[in-house]
């Protein structure tokens, strides 16, 4: 099997199953506390499952951010991308073939405008999209970490979906939001996610950049000043 297809398969399946559980998890109504941990759970053991194949990455605005850092190559950010919303999309439909239906709107995630108003849930998402694609770039993306990267970003995703969740459903995830949205055909506030998410990623991207090429200014400079730079 050609490797790009691998990679796709690996992205594919491992944004269905953050969709379907961590999506299902709110579906269901369950705590939130229960909600948060199952979306953590789900991004951990993609990343672990896959980490060797894709990265197992699920998250099409983390993927931006890794490709803007120089990360991943742009022809298989692209690929990935595809993979990841079509997974989502595959998980809303599986969900919604076994809840029989559109309980809890299928996990979608939308704006509670009982508590905040949605240019506050746009920059949520924005500031949730940036810490995520952050941790990632900074440690499994960076190969620093090792084997706890993977807990890294579950973690955080954990913390986002705590204090997110009641707030715009912490989607920080353009897959998470598509997914449920075109199962149950249900679309409200969906352009904050479309265009909030990968607009922290993005961000994250850059400023990856940014810290990395300081970095390497300042060992030069220590080089240089240690006379190992001629």
Do not use: C
């Not at 479309?194 to 607009?199: G, H, N, S, V």
């Amino acid at each position: 099997m050609h490797q790009i297809t691998r990679k796709m398969m690996a992205e594919f399946i491992g944004t269905f199953g953050l969709i379907f559980f961590g999506g299902g998890a709110a579906a269901m109504g369950k705590p939130l506390i229960d909600i948060a941990l199952a979306n953590g759970l789900a991004i951990m053991i993609a990343a672990y499952v896959f980490g060797d194949i894709s990265g197992g990455i699920v998250n099409p605005a983390v993927t931006l951010g890794g490709a803007i850092a120089g990360k991943i190559s742009w022809r298989d950010a692209g690929m990935y991308m595809i993979a990841q919303v079509f997974g989502g999309i595959a998980a809303g439909f599986a969900l919604l073939a076994v809840l029989h239906g559109q309980v809890g709107h299928l996990g979608a995630t939308t704006i509670n405008t009982d508590l905040i108003s949605v240019p506050d849930g746009f920059i949520l998402e924005a500031l949730g999209t940036f810490f995520l694609t952050t941790t990632a770039l900074h440690t499994a993306m960076s190969d620093r970490a090792g084997n706890a990267a993977p807990l890294a970003i579950g973690f955080t995703l954990v913390m986002i979906v705590t204090f997110m969740g009641p707030l715009t459903g912490a989607s920080v995830n353009p897959a998470r939001t598509l997914g449920p949205a075109v199962a149950g055909d249900y679309y409200p506030h969906i352009w904050v996610y479309l265009i909030a998410t990968p607009l922290g990623g993005l961000v994250a991207g850059f400023l990856y950049k940014f810290m990395q090429e300081g970095k390497a200014d300042m060992h030069f400079r220590e080089a240089l000043e240690q006379g190992d730079v001629e």
